[in-house]
């Protein structure tokens, strides 16, 4: 990725360009910065709120002139205290850290949920430009919480896209959970491969409709991270590291951990915990 094998590790501070009010809870905060430029789709920066704490966040944006982008919920301490950064106000990050996605060519469907999204946005943009056939399912709890629809849109015209919405209160698109939509979708038509990210619940589901439709599946997996380079084993999910043989896990590593994926986590102590 760079000359200086260390460069990625190092603490970079960059300004903040550009904020965008995605929903009630969920902001994009735009920057520049070479190294998120050349990422791959699911790779995530670990994010530094000075004296609050430093966080994983998946990259939403890439661009090659190094336009970057992170898109965050508010749910806790750092999160608030990154909502409250403005235009011109400094970031820390470093990075980019883990595998991300792998890209395919053919026909594929991408199953998103919520803040899931995230990672999923530079991957549709990406496999479109794979001259892959995308099939989009975004699913949300209301119309409120669904994001990047206009972005996503957008690609639309230029490619061979196909999107579908979901809510729960049934507020846009269809009612009901996204793996309902993505059943239906795999009962009908054969994909080369099936992308997913959104609560982990949703992947299982996703994981199992994969199996049993044969298609081979790459989900991206949240773990408590604080090293992000695969020292520290706060993130072990079995015998994998999420923050480096991750975030993304395909259908061997998948059945590997399947003790523990769908089923457990770990809090900040490292204890294992149900989901
Ligand atoms: C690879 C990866 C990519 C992610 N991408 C995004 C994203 O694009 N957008 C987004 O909104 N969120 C993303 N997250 C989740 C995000 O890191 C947490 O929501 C954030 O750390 C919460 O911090 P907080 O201090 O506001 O909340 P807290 O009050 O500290 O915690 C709230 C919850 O957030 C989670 N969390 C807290 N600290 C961490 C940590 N160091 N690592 C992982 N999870 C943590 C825990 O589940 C915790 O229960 C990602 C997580 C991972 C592992």
Redesign the pocket.
């Known amino acids: 990725m760079s000359a200086d094998p260390t460069a990625t590790n190092r603490l970079r501070i960059v300004e903040i360009q550009e904020v965008i009010v995605e929903s009630p809870i969920?902001k994009t905060f735009f920057f520049h910065d070479k190294l998120c430029g050349k990422a791959k789709p699911g790779q995530?920066v670990m994010t530094w709120v000075p004296g609050?704490?430093?966080?994983?966040?998946?990259l939403?944006t890439i661009r090659p002139s190094g336009l970057s982008s992170?898109?965050?919920?508010?749910?806790?301490?750092?999160?608030?205290a990154?909502h409250q950064r403005k235009p011109g106000d400094p970031l820390g990050i470093r990075g980019p850290y883990?595998n991300g996605f792998t890209l395919t060519s053919g026909n594929v469907v991408i199953v998103g949920g919520g803040?899931g999204l995230?990672?999923l946005l530079p991957l549709v943009e990406k496999l479109v430009g794979f001259s892959a056939k995308v099939t989009f399912l975004l699913g949300a709890k209301t119309k409120d919480e669904l994001l990047f629809l206009e972005r996503i849109e957008t690609s639309l015209s230029k490619s061979n896209l196909k999107v579908f919405t979901t809510t729960e209160d049934g507020s846009y698109g269809l009612k009901g959970l996204v793996t309902v939509l993505a059943e239906q979708i795999l009962e009908k038509e054969r994909f080369h491969m099936i992308y997913a990210c959104g609560p982990e619940q949703m992947m299982h589901k996703v994981f199992l409709l994969a199996k049993r439709h044969n298609t081979p599946v790459q989900v991206?997996?949240?773990?408590?991270?604080?090293c992000a380079i695969g020292l520290c084993g706060g993130?072990m999910i079995d015998k994998f590291r999420?923050?480096k043989d991750?975030?993304v896990f395909s259908t061997e590593q998948l059945r590997e951990i399947k003790n523990e994926f769908g089923r457990f986590?770990r809090d900040?102590s490292g204890r294992k915990t149900g989901l």
């Open positions: 969920v995530f609050v704490d430093e966080v994983p966040m998946s939403s992170i898109t965050v919920a508010e749910v806790g301490e750092a999160t608030k990154l883990g803040t995230t990672p991206s997996l949240e773990r408590i991270m604080h993130c999420a923050c991750g975030p986590k900040f």
